[in-house]
């Protein structure tokens, strides 16, 4: 269940953060691993923030990450947080946003 706040004894566990990354009025979704949770499903570049990382610093690094690209912490808009709550724990997803302008694909870096 996805809360807008923190529900009744909301205990934290982790906390995730995820990118809608646009380019040309399209939306980037990858495929998960089949050596991953949830194998063959599509889903936007997301991750588990760690330790000393900003959940900024967490959506920069996911997004190079799982696709190569090189995105300055500036063109990240930060759009929500939510308070997700599963049977056996409870967890945070960042909400972030970013619209490709141009992407030079010589040194993957967007503008």
């Known amino acids: 269940m996805i809360y807008k ?3 009744k004894d909301f205990k934290l566990k982790f906390q995730i953060t995820f990118c809608i ?12 691993q089949k050596n991953k ?16 990382e900003t959940p900024e610093q ?5 997004l190079h990450e ?5 995105v300055s912490l500036s ?3 930060f759009i929500t947080k939510v308070y997700d709550r599963y049977p056996t724990f409870d967890f945070i997803i960042n909400i972030f946003y970013v619209l ?12």
Do not use: D, M, Y
């Open 37 to 52: 949770g949830q194998a063959g499903q599509w889903g936007v570049p997301a991750g588990k923030l760690e330790k000393g």
């Open 5 to 7: 706040s923190p529900p």
């Open 21 to 32: 990354c646009e380019h040309k009025n399209q939306i980037l979704f990858l495929q998960r």
């Open 75 to 77: 063109k990240f808009k």
């Open 100 to 111: 490709f302008i141009e992407i030079v694909k010589k040194t993957a870096q967007v503008f």
């Open 66 to 70: 799982e696709t190569g690209l090189k």
């Open 58 to 62: 967490a959506a920069k690094r996911e």
